[in-house]
């Protein structure tokens, strides 16, 4: 991941943070209004966030409560018991709720209602309803994989193994062979591999003729099918993404720079497919994978293959932040709304990876942009996105989920709902 000068061109149980969507702030607590309160006692929950993704987790406390008593915890309007708990001698009791398959359906504002013998009490909650399947996680953590320590580091805080890792191999340099041991790695750990496969020196700068699209299958065919063979052989399912922001002038396969144009990347797209077809390789998913769109880019209809061409269609694009030359503070939907509905054009109905997002920690709050993403954008707005993959790296800007003890809860605390734990989908069609 690499960019430009001028981007707007929009495109690296805990605690429930609650982003900006609700209100701009995060609340700690509502205190409810008592019912049926016993003379003297008013029992009365407060709640640790006011808003959350279904199904949660979201903490709910009582006090006040009768002594030892059974305390029903229910959700309204509907009246589904959703947890039991019991108040201690003191008339106290915590509960961590997990909403059951189904309920609520839809988005809104409901009443949880904590009663028992003797009283009862009641507090607001927000509920979002996910619009779309549960999304895998994918990230690239640098030096993985194989790096042990390195994975350990990101995902003991986070306290979720993403079951996408995605790695960077260039064509030129010293790291440019098939490692099989690298993805015997990543299956060991229940993920899929991602590799994005990049057709260069990473020495060099944008100008390598060697590697200009018209001429990549004449100097590198035979290279491009000890790869093909290679995964053929490895037999398990990986996402090939070569040839990622295309539609941008900073990579020499881009299709403005390197004497190269639109044409020839669709044309070498389709050699490269044709080459892994004759090994076998029909375990590979090869990804298509643009910037999103800026005032300048390569139109994306001029670079895409067609939808019977791709596996799947896939997106990188950050929050850059105060950084200059970039636009601003920009909130997911801000990033990525505009390319996503040029892709649904290209391709109708197609799910969608984000290939590389990271959110910038100066300019704005990053822990709320975390949230707002993970908690509300992804799973209320934009069904068709199937995984998602962070770029945990410290490079332009601080793209790491643990560049601010903030940020870090955030995004533990969202990764925590279920929503965030599928596996790597294999079918983009």
Same mark, same amino acid.
């Given at each position: ?108 504002? +409901? ?108 100097? +590198? ?106 636009g601003g503070w920009k909130s997911f939907a801000n990033v990525f709304g505009p390319t996503l509905a040029q892709l649904n054009v290209l391709a109708p109905g197609r799910p969608i990876l984000i290939g590389e997002t990271a959110s910038a920690d100066v300019g704005g709050d990053k822990s709320s942009w975390i949230a707002e993403a993970l908690l509300d954008a992804v799973p209320l707005a934009y069904p068709q996105i199937r995984a998602l993959v962070w770029f945990d790296e410290d490079k332009e800007c601080d ?31």
């Open positions: 991941m690499t960019r430009i000068d001028d981007q707007p061109k929009p495109a690296h149980s805990r605690r429930l943070v609650v982003g900006a969507a609700v209100a701009g702030t995060i609340s700690h607590a509502i205190t409810a209004t008592p019912i049926h309160a016993k003379k003297g006692r008013k029992p009365s929950i407060i709640l640790d966030a006011t808003k959350i993704l279904s199904p949660g987790p979201v903490q709910v406390s009582g006090m006040n409560f009768p002594s030892g008593r059974k305390v029903t915890i229910t959700l309204s309007p509907g009246g589904q018991v959703i947890a039991t708990a019991k108040a201690s001698k003191k008339g106290k009791f915590k509960k961590n709720l997990v909403l059951p398959t189904g309920v609520p359906t839809t988005t809104g504002t +409901y009443d949880v209602i904590a009663s028992a013998k003797g009283g009862s009490a009641t507090a607001s909650l927000i509920i979002g309803v996910p619009t779309g399947d549960p999304v895998a996680l994918g990230m690239f953590i640098t030096e993985v994989p194989t790096n042990e320590a390195a994975w350990t580091s990101v995902t003991s805080k986070i306290g979720w193994d993403p079951t996408i890792i995605m790695w960077f191999q260039a064509w030129g340099g010293t790291n440019s062979t098939l490692n099989t041991s690298q993805l015997d790695w990543v299956r060991a750990r229940g993920a899929t591999p991602m590799i994005t496969w990049e057709s260069f020196d990473p020495a060099g700068g944008v100008i390598q003729p060697a590697y200009r699209l018209d001429v990549l299958d004449t100097n +590198y065919g035979a290279y491009i099918d000890t790869w093909a063979a290679g995964l053929a052989a490895w037999g398990h399912p990986v996402y090939l993404r070569w040839g990622h922001e295309m539609n941008g002038d900073w990579y020499p396969w881009a299709a403005s720079v390197n004497g190269n144009t639109a044409a020839d990347y669709v044309s070498f797209w389709n050699t490269l497919r044709g080459r892994f077809a004759a090994q076998g390789a029909t375990n590979v998913q090869f990804v298509w994978c643009p910037n999103i769109s800026y005032t300048g880019s390569t139109p994306l209809a001029d670079v895409f293959p067609g939808s019977s061409a791709v596996d799947w269609l896939a997106v990188d694009g950050y929050n850059w932040g105060s950084k200059p030359g970039f793209w790491r989920v643990n560049s601010s003890p903030e940020a870090l809860e955030s995004f533990a605390s969202a990764v925590a709902n279920r929503y965030w734990h599928a596996d790597a989908p294999l079918d983009g069609s």
